[in-house]
C-alpha cells in the first residue's frame, strides 16, 4: 500500500483524473463460474491493471444523503436474483453476522456453508469523503484495481486468481455521497450486482 496523500491534492485532482482512467473490458459470467465481471454491469471488477495514480471521488455529497438500505434482495434487480436463486442469502451456518448492523451498515453474504471458496459478500456503510479518498487511493496505488468514474461516483475494482483454488476472487468498491457499497467475491459474480445496487441506492443515477 502506498502512504496516503495529502486530501486538497486529491481534492485539486478531481477534474484531472477522468481523462486518465483505464477502459475495461466487457465479460459476462454466470453465477458459480469462474469470474471475469464487466465493470457496467457486474458486481466484481474487470481484470486488474495497473488503475490510475489518484483517486478523487467525482461528486460532493448531496444535501439529502442517500439512506441505507436494509434488505439484501430489495437491492437487487430480478435478473440478478434469478443468477443467485441457488445461493443461501446469510446463512447462519456462514458463522457471520449478517442483516442490518447496530450502526445502520447492511451486510449481506451469499453463500452456501458447505462450499470450500465460493461465496459474495456486500457490505453497504457510511463512509465520509476523507476516508474514501484515504482507501481509494491505496488500492489504486497498490497496482492491482482500477479506478473510474460511473454514475456520479468513484469505483475501485481488482481481480486476482484464488490462492487454493482454481478460481477468481476480486473486489469492487463504489463510493458516493458518503455511502461506500464493498462487494468481495470468490467464484461468484451474477451480472448486473453492483449496478442494480447502485441503481436502487442512488435512484438518480
Known sequence: MSARRPRARLAAAIVAA???????AACAPEAGSSPTPD???SASASPSSSGSPTVS??????????????DCKAILAESVLAQLADVPLNDPGAGEAT?????????CLWRDPRADTTFLRTEISRM?????LDLLNELAAGGQFTCYTPDGG???????????????????????DD???DTSFSNLAPTGYTNSIVAHVFPSS
Open 39 to 41: 465493470r457496467s454491469s
Open 154 to 176: 468513484t469505483r475501485c475494482e481488482g481481480t486476482w486468481p484464488n490462492p487454493t483454488y482454481p478460481v477468481t476472487d476480486g473486489r469492487t468498491l463504489f463510493w458516493r
Open 18 to 24: 477522468a481523462p486518465m482512467l483505464v477502459p475495461l
Open 128 to 132: 465520509n469523503r476523507g476516508p474514501a
Open 99 to 107: 442483516g442490518v448492523q447496530p450502526n445502520g451498515t447492511l451486510v
Open 179 to 181: 455511502v461506500l457499497v
Open 57 to 70: 471521488p467525482s461528486a460532493s455529497p448531496s444535501t439529502t444523503p442517500a439512506a441505507l438500505p436494509t
